[in-house]
């Protein structure tokens, strides 16, 4: 399969690069490198914005950057799963080298497709071995007002409503991934979703039964840019011509936050990317995702 989705294995490699765990003496850095594409790296400028520093996490998650010499020329996020930041093609053995050394196993790669697929290539021979790879996922933006009117029924999600959107949430996970986000426990999942409510990041419509009719989360916010995740509408819902509506809406709310707002979505799911052209979405760019 890799021969297929990476023509690029038998290219050149930065020659006298070096790997080593980011500190907070290289925020600065990492900021510049990551501002070379505001939309493809927000999630790892939203971490910077948050923690404030490129120093490991209290849990435990790091940044991989390649250096020549002084010069960073590629990082990766490794925490539960792994982001490459303007990471070419050609410095993806090195930085699998390094997290492998790392001792973790990783949910998912995401990120510019290039970037994945070459660090999966590298990772692969290494013993991490994918359940699915998705290689095409068109990325998305829209900057300007939506195309179609908004449903005003949908708003911020508030904690007093937990108890109804985490299992939304977690059906979401399930229909997306293949399986059950409750699998490591319930405590860390559910952490997860308070942390989006309360940041109001979490965007839902509940209906007069007080189940979730439509719901997303803004899974990474910067000043400049939103990244939409976890679009979902209840199955009861579905087939009545609401999506648009509610994407309209899900815009209108997340340029509150920054005025671009982004999304990733899988190539054939051929109704939501009719729904995202519908709203005024276009495509700037093509995102994968590998699932361990």
């Not at 998650?61 to 070419?88: H, K, S």
């Not at 900057?143 to 937990?162: E, I, Q």
Request: glycine share 10%; net charge neutral.
């Amino acid at each position: 399969m890799l021969s297929r989705v990476a023509p690029w294995l038998a290219s050149r490699r930065e020659s006298g690069a070096g790997v080593r765990v980011l500190t907070g003496a290289d925020t600065q850095a990492l900021l510049d490198l990551a501002r070379q594409d505001e939309v493809a790296n927000v999630f790892i400028l939203s971490h910077l914005e948050t923690a404030g520093t490129a120093s490991p996490t209290a849990g435990g998650a790091r940044i991989f950057g390649v250096f020549d010499g002084e010069r960073l020329l590629g990082a990766c996020w490794a925490g539960a799963n792994l982001v490459p930041v303007q990471l070419a093609p050609d410095l993806a053995p090195i930085v699998a080298a390094a997290v492998h050394r790392a001792g973790r196993r990783y949910a998912s790669i995401f990120g510019p497709a290039e970037s994945v697929l070459a660090l999966y290539a590298a990772l692969e021979p290494l013993g991490h071995h994918a359940q699915e790879i998705r290689a095409d996922q068109p990325l998305l933006t829209i900057a300007t007002a939506p195309l179609v009117a908004p449903n005003p029924a949908l708003g911020f999600g508030r904690l007093a409503d937990f108890d109804a959107i985490l299992p939304a949430c977690a059906a979401m996970f399930e229909e997306e991934v293949g399986y059950s986000p409750y699998l490591g426990g319930r405590e860390h999942y559910s952490r997860r979703v308070k942390g989006l409510i309360r940041a109001g990041h979490s965007l839902v419509h509940l209906g007069p039964d007080g189940a979730v009719v439509f719901k997303a989360e803004l899974g990474a916010v910067t000043a400049g840019v939103t990244q939409v995740q976890g679009v979902w509408m209840n199955p009861a819902h579905r087939g009545q011509g609401l999506s648009a509506g509610y994407m309209a809406a899900v815009v209108v709310l997340a340029r509150t936050l920054a005025p671009v707002t982004s999304l990733y979505v899988n190539d054939f799911n051929t109704r939501a990317r009719a729904t995202y052209d519908r709203v005024g979405f276009h495509q700037v760019g093509t995102f994968a995702t590998v699932l361990f």
